[in-house]
């Protein structure tokens, strides 16, 4: 996920901005991480550099 994108990205639960913590990055992308919305505290992972937006209740288990 190229950072740049979190200037659009937002929570699809509540519309709030999302905050990123890296966990691991190749050059300037995040391969892994998590995007984190403080305004309904929702974890969105990032795994192999790309973001998985769907609400908690649509993930697979």
Do not use: S
Request: with cysteine.
């Amino acid at each position: 996920m190229r950072p740049e994108l979190l200037e659009i990205l937002r929570c699809p639960v509540c519309r709030g901005e999302l905050t990123l913590t890296a966990r691991e990055r190749e050059e300037t992308d995040i391969v892994t991480g998590t995007l984190h919305c403080a305004k309904c505290g929702v974890d969105y992972p990032i795994d192999d550099g790309i973001p998985d937006l769907l609400p908690p209740n649509e993930r697979d288990a």
